[in-house]
């Protein structure tokens, strides 16, 4: 990723993982130019590298900063596999601009922004950095990549008891009184309720039968 500039505006890159790049300078990301204010936060470089060999500018596996009105702050960011064809600075190089050489401001901080600012980051491995105006491994900052990121359980669903069928009582037959159980008034009315389902019985039939 190459970034020029940020017109002075401050730009800031999350959770991103620079991963398998390859370029000149920086093979994660190349900062050049003026006016660049960059914050990297919880992102990782990751087996990125420099191919640039020539001396001096020859490092930077991960990122090749250089400009003097260009600053870049590190939270939680983490190194890890960075190389140089050069044989050195496989993850930050830094180098100045113009005749009277100021260099770019890169601070990696040992502390953690929003969300997770309450927390004291973890210390990655030692970062390979350099400053190019002494041609020594001169770190900057922490020369440490740090994790800010906690780790948490995952959340589990809660587990719903499965809901029973209401059990339905059997419907009884109705139970027919016994002509013994009846009086005599009770006995011609059982008698009349038989005979009008007979008859009720009969007269479908016949009507079935007519439209047959």
Not at 52 to 71: D, F, Q, S, W
């Amino acid at each position: 990723m190459d970034l020029k500039s940020t017109a002075g505006l401050k730009l800031t890159i999350s959770a991103i993982t620079f991963k398998d790049g390859t370029a000149p300078y920086g093979g994660g990301m190349y900062i050049y130019n003026a006016n660049v204010i960059l914050d990297l936060e919880f992102c990782v470089f990751t087996n990125c590298k420099a191919a640039h060999t020539i001396a001096p500018h020859n490092g930077g596996g991960a990122i090749y900063v250089e400009h003097n009105l260009v600053t870049v702050n590190v939270y939680g960011t983490i190194f890890t596999g960075n190389t140089a064809d050069s044989g050195h600075v496989d993850d930050i190089f830094r180098a100045p601009w113009g005749t009277v050489k100021i260099y770019p401001v890169f601070t990696v901080h040992s502390t953690c922004t929003s969300p997770y600012s309450s927390l004291s980051p973890i210390q990655g491995d030692n970062l390979d950095t350099y400053s190019y105006e002494d041609y020594d491994y001169n770190p900057f900052g922490y020369p440490y990549s740090f994790v800010c990121a906690p780790t948490r359980s995952p959340t589990q669903s809660p587990t719903l008891s499965p809901t029973s069928s209401p059990t339905a009582s059997p419907v009884e037959d109705e139970e027919v009184p016994a002509e013994s159980d009846l009086d005599g008034a009770g006995v011609a009315a059982f008698e009349a309720n038989v005979f009008i389902s007979l008859v009720g019985a009969v007269a479908g039939a016949a009507a079935a039968n007519a439209f047959a």
